[in-house]
């Protein structure tokens, strides 16, 4: 039937019902699911392989959702019996570091309450080595995993933990020393180092979750260096003399009993970080930082380039217009207001030199009402001020959002649909999102205060409204199989004839099947429209097809039967509307297309005459593709009866795409519309 002028009936065509079908079946997707025997308890489970286990042998049990989790307890199980037998050395280690000066009966309680996790980490890296999974089932908890070592290997690990004991020890009370604490870090990662190369263990393997493999050579010199990056030495001028405050650069902690070589002074810190005071004009014009060891014969473990902290320059100080005031509270969050402005510490605050202020401490009931006046020189480039707090401030959040949206309080690692719960007083950056790029996340910067509940009852995210506008093109090459359907036309002498007669309409052709070497090579080009999530698209494209024709010997020369494989090589034209959707970092579209072609034979060098005229045949077709960057693939399905059959195409190309929200990734929240 000829398509008459004018849309829709020019761009599809004659629909089948065939290709109605297939429409339906690409808009739903059906999923079934069977369920199957309840897995026993862990506990069952548990007890059933605990009767096979073998002499000979230290077994370890791990359960855990997941069977790489449960492998790892299993191997921490077996790790916490090698630990087991040390603890007696390790503490050892820690009455002879006590004894020392160089650990507090505190620092020993912390060490101890952390079980030598640390320990058991680095000694599950070789339990791994040398365990065999005997079993790994799933159960109605989630999955068991059962690990055995020989005996003859357990006591080979527990006699390395027994050699490595001390250095393990030194190990755990860094691991116990809070990282706002680097002074004390770095003290004990120079014990440690000592003690290894004493022992002759420096070389020797050690396995640290944040750091893998490594040696605990390596490990006590990266923790030393990774401690001096958080030291920083703040100068505070008065007149003509200088204090240097020691703190921790992140949480501004101050660092007591550190030993400091500056500018050939040698100088220790007070138990509120302060170095004694030299005259501005005795110093250099560099003045180097360098830590030292609480021992004259840890010095030699690291270079002085290797403890260097940092270089002040003393000329640059009285170039400065403003300096910095360091605040500070133990613990953290205290709310403090100086010069009209409220910081919670820890806080760093750019003042004009030269000047008295007035600092206010609220957010404790020891400094209820209390006033602090500090002046700073007009020549300090900083000034550091610390208040000890004995009690904090508390309020209460209530927080909840719609839609099952996350509420996430930033920097404090909370994240929850719904937040009820007593805060320290503070300040809070609260983001409620959905995780994912397409909605908008909704923030919000909370001041609590002493004894106040803040409630909120968040709107849900909204969508960003994603969208594409612009051309894509590229060339694609597309592969067919199988038999086209049976009323695809075939050109013959006089027009054409369906693919299932083409035999029957001509007495020289017994019989004709296409192979799978059929191929097609096009130029394409996709327009996304703007407005809305509209595609359309246009193709031409070049196609060859492949058939294996049978023939009889009437009418070719008194030959015998055989068969030849020829080529119908066709020139398509293709046009198509539809949807696209974004997915991923990419983009998708499905379309329903008219194609238009004309196909001729070519018989050159077979053995067999196929007819020389040409057909013009049109069908449709689904198309279903996705463009990633400058890659692209799809499947196109045509008419079943009337069109070739189905395709996977490959394609490469460019795009000249505007892609992007409507609305930007994050709003303020404003009563009224978002809570």
Known sequence: MKASPGFPVTIWGRWSPSLALLAVAFATLVGCAGYGDRPPGGNELRAQLQEQEQSGYTYGYGAAERPEQARQEAYYQIAGAVVTAIRGEQREVYRLLQRRGEADDSDIELAEELEFQSSIS???????????????????????????????????????????????????????????RPGLRFQRALSGLATVERLELADERAYIPQHGETTFASYFTEAAREALERIHVVPVIDGSRVRFAVLDRHTLRPQPSLTLNIDGYRLVTDSGGWTDERRVGDLSSAVKVVVEGRERRHRNLLSDEQRLVETLYPRQWREQDVAVL????????????????????????????????RLRIEGTVDYRERDETIRIDSASPAYFYSAGLTERRFGELDLSAEGGALIRLEGYGIESRSIRRPAEAGTYRVRVTRDNPRYQDIVEEIVLREDERIKREYARPPDRFPHYFGWRWGVNLGLYGGDPGDDYSLPVEDGSASFADFAADDEDIS?????????QLGATAHYFARAMPFVFGGELAYRREQYDVEYSSAGQGGQDDGD????????????????????????????????????????????????????????????????????????????????PGAMVWFGVGGSQLDGGYQLPAEVEARPGVHY
């Open 122 to 180: 680095s000694l599950s890296h070789a339990v791994i080595e040398g365990a065999e999974v005997v079993s790994e089932k799933r159960s109605a908890d989630g999955w068991l995993v059962s690990v055995r070592v020989a005996d003859e290997q357990m006591e080979q690990m527990r006699s390395r933990a027994r050699r490595q004991a001390p250095a393990l020890a030194q190990l755990e009370l860094i691991e116990a020393t809070p990282d706002s």
């Open 326 to 357: 360091y605040l500070h509270s133990q613990p953290a969050g205290a709310v403090m207001r100086i010069a009209g402005s409220e910081y919670v510490t820890p806080a760093r605050v750019e003042l004009e030199q030269g000047r008295e202020y």
């Open 511 to 519: 019989g004709i099947s296409r192979t799978d070497a059929s191929f």
């Open 564 to 643: 030849d494989t020829l080529d119908l090589f066709n020139w398509q034209g293709s046009l198509g509307v539809g949807f696209w959707q974004p997915v991923g970092m990419g983009i998708g579209w499905v379309t329903l297309n008219k194609a238009w072609q004309r196909g001729s034979w070519d018989d050159s060098g077979a053995d067999i005459d196929m007819p020389s005229g040409r057909v013009d045949d049109s069908y449709p077709f689904i198309e279903l593709g996705g463009s990633f960057d400058i890659w692209g693939f799809g499947v196109r399905v045509s008419d079943l009866d009337s069109g």
